[in-house]
């Protein structure tokens, strides 16, 4: 039986080689897979899926009045899909995410969402709070605060400065968030010396 699943963390966890990791094993299998990424995330071009270990490979690019379901129904009709892999899923809408159970639940094919789940202002992104709504297996993926404890936090970082305010959607890296605990997190501490 299918399921949608969402496996989400901070910046820096590892997402993205995740999503790469089952592609590669699914396809070393013969299955098809069929890789989407929002068009909202052009760090590294639009519809490129990017790791900071150097891996990538193309996308699919969603936006935000694509119909996922449809895209999904084409791409099968052409050739069968055997697995749904979404990077970035925090910039999906809702429609998306219903479209996505759809996949699920009518053609029985499985849908791995990965992507952030809050925000820099520690609120939820709306292709998290649905996906928190609607899918079967949920898997946090853990990295850590520079301090050691674990990372459930994101700082947003401009010109140096930790800001908890601004727009939701800034599309950036290393350069821009960092992985923090609660506890420094609430502080404002994002490295040893720095407050």
Request: glycine share 8%.
């Amino acid at each position: 039986m299918a399921q949608l699943f969402y496996k989400y963390s901070t910046m820096n966890a590892g997402k993205s080689i995740e999503l790469l990791k089952v592609a590669y094993n699914y396809e070393e299998r013969g299955k098809r897979v069929l890789c989407l990424t929002p068009s909202v995330d052009d760090r590294k071009g639009v519809g490129l899926i990017s790791s900071r270990v150097g891996l990538e490979r193309e996308a699919i690019p969603v936006d935000e009045d694509t119909n996922i379901l449809n895209l999904f129904l084409e791409e099968n009709e052409r050739h069968p899909v055997d697995c749904v892999l979404i990077d970035e899923c925090q910039f999906l809408k809702k429609h998306h995410i219903l479209e996505m159970t759809e996949i699920v639940d009518s053609c029985n094919v499985p849908v791995m969402a990965y992507g952030l789940k809050n925000d820099f202002r520690n609120e939820l992104f709306e292709g998290s709070y649905y996906l928190l709504v609607y899918a079967d297996k949920i898997e946090e993926i853990k990295t850590i605060c520079w301090c050691g404890r674990k990372a459930t936090m994101v700082a947003r970082i401009v010109d140096g400065k930790f800001v908890k305010e601004g727009p939701q959607i800034a599309v950036g890296g290393m350069d821009m968030y960092i992985p923090l605990c609660r506890k420094h997190y609430n502080d404002g501490r994002t490295g040893p010396d720095k407050a």
